[in-house]
């Protein structure tokens, strides 16, 4: 099947892969542009998916997803480099469909091919949906998973991304910008714990948005699984804090000057 690269421009046509089969909770559908949306509508929706993604436009701009705006609001509510970061340079899917035993709402994985491997060798999650191995690190999240119920041990799961499924993606996009080199030797040489570095980013972002559900919550997992206390954590390691976010927001603005760059470039 082939498509049109810049119709405007007179581009050349160019082979379009066959689009990855992906699972029923995969982020796929929030991955599409408005301009994907009209270019993968069946020609019976054309009409409604050429509205929806003129809406769209109105809301993010044609070449945004819409996972693309929630993060970009979710860091307007809390300043989060990490998250966006580890957002812009690796893949997070929707989690696989899996059994109600598994209780796992998202995992990064920390070297190519991880979650490929996690997920084939699981008795629990579906084959369904494999990430590919590709030149980027990837995550999944569980999106629709609301709150935990302990009577049944079970997390109770709903259509869409839940704030807790917000959540869940910030975290592990987190997790995806930690594996920088100079950051993992940060945490190394300071003897700061990965996952614990993030919980407690979960525990201060939910304080200051006034989520205090949510920072009880982080609290009182770092409590019962690592024996920290989030406020007395940061307070310690604050300069630790400091030197990977001045990482993370470093590493942003050399992007943003590639990106502007190429587009000099493009437009002489």
């Known amino acids: 099947m082939?498509?049109?690269?810049?119709?405007?421009?007179?581009?050349?046509?160019?082979?379009?892969p066959r689009p990855e089969e992906r699972a029923k909770d995969s982020?796929?559908?929030?991955?599409?542009?408005?301009?994907?949306?009209?270019?993968?509508?069946?020609?019976d929706a054309e009409t409604q998916a050429l509205?929806?993604?003129l809406l769209a436009e109105q809301q993010r701009g044609a070449e945004e997803?819409?996972?693309?705006?929630i993060i970009r609001q979710q860091n307007e509510r809390f300043p989060d480099p990490l998250a966006v970061l580890g957002y812009k340079t690796g893949d997070i899917y929707g989690k696989p469909v899996g059994t109600p035993r598994t209780n796992l709402l998202g995992r990064t994985?920390?070297?190519?091919?991880?979650l490929r491997e996690n997920i084939e060798k699981s008795k629990f999650l579906s084959q369904q949906f494999v990430p590919p191995s590709d030149d980027r690190l990837a995550a999944y999240v569980q999106t629709g998973a609301k709150k935990f119920d302990e009577s049944s041990g079970f997390y109770r799961n709903i259509e869409g991304i839940t704030p807790e499924g917000m959540d869940t993606i910030l975290h592990e996009a987190r997790h995806i910008a930690l594996q920088n080199p100079l950051m993992q030797k940060l945490l190394k040489e300071n003897k700061v714990d990965e996952e614990i570095f993030v919980r407690v980013l979960d525990y201060l972002r939910a304080k200051e948005i006034g989520d205090e559900e949510n920072a009880e919550a982080a609290e009182k997992h770092l409590r019962e699984m690592y024996g920290r206390n989030p406020r007395?954590?940061?307070?310690?390691?604050?300069?630790?804090?400091?030197?990977?976010?001045?990482?993370a927001r470093q590493s942003l603005?050399?992007?943003?000057?590639?990106?502007?760059?190429s587009e000099d470039n493009s437009g002489e």
């Open 51 to 53: 509205i929806d993604s």
């Open 65 to 69: 997803t819409e996972l693309d705006m």
């Open 109 to 114: 994985e920390t070297r190519l091919g991880g």
């Open 27 to 43: 982020l796929a559908s929030y991955k599409l542009t408005p301009r994907e949306q009209r270019f993968f509508s069946r020609q």
């Open 232 to 247: 007395t954590f940061y307070k310690r390691k604050k300069p630790v804090f400091d030197e990977i976010l001045k990482v």
């Open 253 to 261: 603005d050399y992007m943003e000057h590639l990106r502007e760059q």
């Open 2 to 16: 082939y498509g049109i690269r810049s119709l405007a421009g007179g581009g050349p046509p160019i082979p379009r």
